[in-house]
Structures are given as C-alpha cells and as structure tokens.
C-alpha cells in the first residue's frame, strides 16, 4: 500500500500562488508516476498535472498549462503543485495520485491505484 498526505491548499484570491505538496509513504515504489487531479462540486474528476518517475517527464491540463508547475523529490518522497496567477475556476479538491507506471504520464483516474484524502483550494475573485 502506499499512502499519499496532501497539505498546502487555502483560500486565496485571484492572480495569487499556492504551493501543494503530496507526501508519499509505504511501499512507495508502487508510486512511480505522480499525478493531480481536482475535483469541483458537481463536476466530474479532471487531471490537472503528472510527473513520470524520472521527473523527466511532465504533463499538464491546458487549462493550467503556463501557470501551474509539477515537481518531485523521489529522495523525500514528495511531489509538489506549485500553482501560479490562480483563477476563480481553479477552485476544487485537489488530488495526489499514484500510479505504477515507468515513463508514461497517464491523464485518467482509472490509472492511478493510490490516492490522498484531498485538499482544499478556493480562489477568490
């Protein structure tokens, strides 16, 4: 099993920056790629970014391409959202998921085994 605590998320206003982390234990070898998805009220689950283990290998939601940053730190076991010139519509459940995949970075929940309890993150306008 791999557990995944996420912390970071708040109340921010619009244009403003949070940084989310995901921290990762257990058998975290099972925790190859990283990905973060949110989820807003009444809307379906969406993937917002990914890293391969690597790191080497990224990929984002177009709607938070340019703004949004995904890194890791395979040492602390730890991957990071750093989320800048946030919008109203970036407010969600912020999600970290794990996935045993080498390489690939993929974009659907139904790859990702291991999930965190979710974060909270709403922008103001």
């Known amino acids: 099993q791999v557990q995944l605590v996420e912390s970071g998320g708040g109340l921010v206003q619009a244009g403003g920056s949070l940084r989310l982390s995901c921290a990762a234990s257990?058998?975290?070898?099972?925790?190859?790629?990283m990905g973060w998805f949110r989820q807003a009220p009444g809307k379906e689950r969406e993937f917002v970014a990914g890293i391969a283990w690597s790191g080497g290998t990224t990929s984002y939601a177009d709607s938070v391409k340019g703004r949004f940053t995904i890194s890791r730190d395979n040492a602390a076991n730890t991957v990071y959202l750093q989320m800048n010139n946030l919008k109203p519509e970036d407010t969600a459940v912020y999600y970290c998921a794990a996935a045993p995949v080498l390489g690939a970075v993929p974009r659907t929940t139904g790859n990702y085994n291991y999930w965190g309890q979710g974060t909270q993150v709403t922008v103001s306008s």
């Open positions: 257990g058998r975290t070898f099972g925790a190859k790629t």
